[in-house]
Every structure is written in C-alpha cells, then in structure tokens.
C-alpha cells in the first residue's frame, strides 16, 4: 500500500491532466485572489474551475502550507527518541534489536511509521520492531507456515501483518533470534 507521501505525489502528478493546470499554476493563480483562507479557497477552485472535491482541498492546503511539501529530514536518531518517548528505559533492548535488524544478510529497508519500524525486503515488509511499553519491546516476523517455538510465539491478534511474535523485555530475550530474522526476511525477499 502507498504511503500519504507516495498518495499526495500521485496526486500532484495527476493534478494537470484532472484539473487542466499543474500545482504550480494553481497556487499562482490563488496568489491573485489575495485569499487566505481554505473555505474561501475551497470555493473558487471548486465554484469558478470546477475542480473536484478532493483536488480542491489538496490544491488550497499546500497553498496555505507549502512546507508540507519538504521532504521529511528527520534523522534516524530523531526517529528512534519519538517512538521511544516515555519508554526510554528500553532504550537498550530496542537498540540491540535493531542492531539485529541491520545485520539481517541482505537489502534491509526500515519504514518508521506512528509507533513502530517496519522493516522491508526489496520486496515486502518481513518484520516489525515495537517499543511496546515500559518495559517491553515487540518484534513481529512474517513466517507463514512455520511453527513458533522457544520464546517465539504466534502473533495471534496482537498485529495482523505478522505472524509471529517475540516479547522482549530483557537483553537475554534476544539470544538465539538472529537466525530466525534471517529466516523472515529470506522467505519474503
């Protein structure tokens, strides 16, 4: 599924063959209205062109914030301190896991999303690493059709993108479980 980043770019690239004029041109022709507000915006793209709906609202919000259009430069670091905020204490055992993920042999892309990493093949997502709580971080793995054993557990409705679970809440947790991140993103590269 796209990201909203990869939607809004679709959007923008479809803009001149839906509306008739590309991002650039509208927001020159709104400079001369000498509006500022997004209802008043909505109303003449939508009333005098005709715009659809949707176009519209994307056309007057980037109007009105164009920085929504940088591109998101925030350091991993940076990343990693708002996922673990409030859950500094596993700090430790969130790094080590990670360190696991990048030693996976192989292309290994991590997508930060609101609450967790997804983590990637050049084809798929494979896993997922979770601050979960205070006290414990989550790691998800998609391993259809193997079964779970030791301290990896079947990820019943903890998270539908996975199928697998591993609870760790100490450094000792992780022991053992580089073959089986290994063993997820190779059966999904």
Same mark, same amino acid.
């Given at each position: ?11 923008? *690239? ?172 190779? *059966?999904?590269?």
């Amino acid at each position: 599924m796209a990201t909203p980043e990869e939607m809004l770019q679709t959007m923008i *690239s479809n803009m001149p063959e839906k509306t008739g004029k590309s991002l650039e041109e509208w927001h020159a022709l709104l400079t001369t209205t000498g509006l500022e507000k997004h209802g008043e915006l909505m109303k003449v793209l939508k009333g005098d062109y005709g715009v659809s709906h949707g176009f519209a609202n994307t056309i007057a919000q980037l109007y009105l914030k164009p920085e929504l259009l940088a591109p998101k430069t925030a350091s991993e670091d940076t990343l990693d301190s708002e996922l673990l905020a409030g859950k500094e204490e596993i700090a430790p055992l969130f790094k080590k896991a990670k360190a696991m993920f990048e030693a996976v042999n192989g292309e290994v892309e991590l997508a930060y999303k609101k609450t967790y990493i997804s983590l990637r093949t050049p084809k798929k997502q494979f896993a997922l690493l979770q601050p979960s709580t205070k006290t414990r971080v989550d790691i998800g793995l998609n391993l259809k059709g193997i079964e779970p054993e030791g301290n990896v557990e079947a990820a019943g409705s903890w998270n539908a993108m996975v199928t697998h679970r591993i609870k760790v809440s100490a450094l000792e947790d992780l022991n053992g479980l580089q073959e089986w991140l290994q063993k997820a993103y190779d *059966s999904n590269n």
